[in-house]
T-cell receptor, first 112, second 114 residues
Framework: SQQGEEDPQALSIQEGENATMNCSYKTSINNLQWYRQNSGRGLVHLILIRSNEREKHSGRLRVTLDTSKKSSSLLITASRAADTASYFCATDAGDSSYKLIFGSGTRLLVRP | NAGVTQTPKFQVLKTGQSMTLQCAQDMNHEYMSWYRQDPGMGLRLIHYSVGAGITDQGEVPNGYNVSRSTTEDFPLRLLSAAPSQTSVYFC?????????????FGPGTRLTVT
């Protein structure tokens, strides 16, 4: 079964707005990662947050992690049409930090 | 660096045929893995390897074999293709040293089994 589940499944926003995606997982983790997938392409790593971190920033990305609720959120600020993609959270399997289990993803559409 | 490469990009098989999906990386990564992605879904782990000569099963290993004779290559074999194996297959690799376990993905192989 999948470890991470994203919410919402799909999100449509206007360019310039912020996009927030959520991820919930079931078991304890060492770290959580977010990936982006453009249509028909492989996944690209965006950001990693460790279990002892609560918030992390990278450019227009902000990730939070709440281990007590087993949840994470990805915020993309000032979205652009080029941000249109699917976004996946991935958690390690608990027994190792490199074996990842992916969620089902959020499809983000940013309208120009 | 080419990163992670996969061949072929597209493949059509008949039920019962066998084939090998190729994956290679030039980053000297210890960890390599195979995922399948079905429409509208996330990636499911098929098999993975933590080094040459070492492989293990993921979530959905049935119908697939792997081997890791070198650090660079991690081929995935479909033993007897079935329509349920129609999917997009991604290979990924990552370093196991340090504390960053970012995975690098290949461009994928789109497989159709008729």
């Amino acid at each position: 079964s999948q470890q991470g589940e994203e919410d919402p499944q799909a999100l449509s926003i206007q360019e310039g707005e912020n996009a927030t995606m959520n991820c919930s997982y079931k078991t304890s983790i060492n770290n959580l990662q977010w990936y982006r997938q453009n249509s028909g392409r492989g996944l690209v790593h965006l950001i990693l947050i460790r279990s002892n971190e609560r918030e992390k920033h990278s450019g227009r990305l902000r990730v939070t992690l709440d281990t007590s609720k087993k949840s994470s959120s990805l915020l993309i600020t000032a979205s652009r049409a080029a941000d249109t993609a699917s976004y996946f959270c991935a958690t390690d399997a608990g027994d190792s930090s490199y074996k990842l289990i992916f969620g089902s993803g959020t499809r983000l559409l940013v309208r120009p | 660096n080419a990163g992670v490469t996969q061949t072929p990009k597209f493949q059509v098989l008949k039920t019962g045929q066998s084939m090998t999906l190729q994956c290679a990386q030039d980053m000297n990564h210890e960890y390599m893995s195979w995922y399948r992605q079905d429409p509208g879904m996330g990636l499911r782990l098929i098999h993975y390897s933590v080094g040459a000569g070492i492989t293990d099963q993921g979530e959905v290993p049935n119908g697939y074999n792997v081997s890791r004779s070198t650090t660079e290559d991690f081929p995935l074999r479909l033993l007897s293709a079935a329509p349920s194996q129609t999917s997009v297959y991604f290979c990924a690799s990552s370093s196991m040293t340090g504390s960053i376990y970012e995975q690098y993905f290949g461009p994928g192989t789109r497989l159709t089994v008729t």
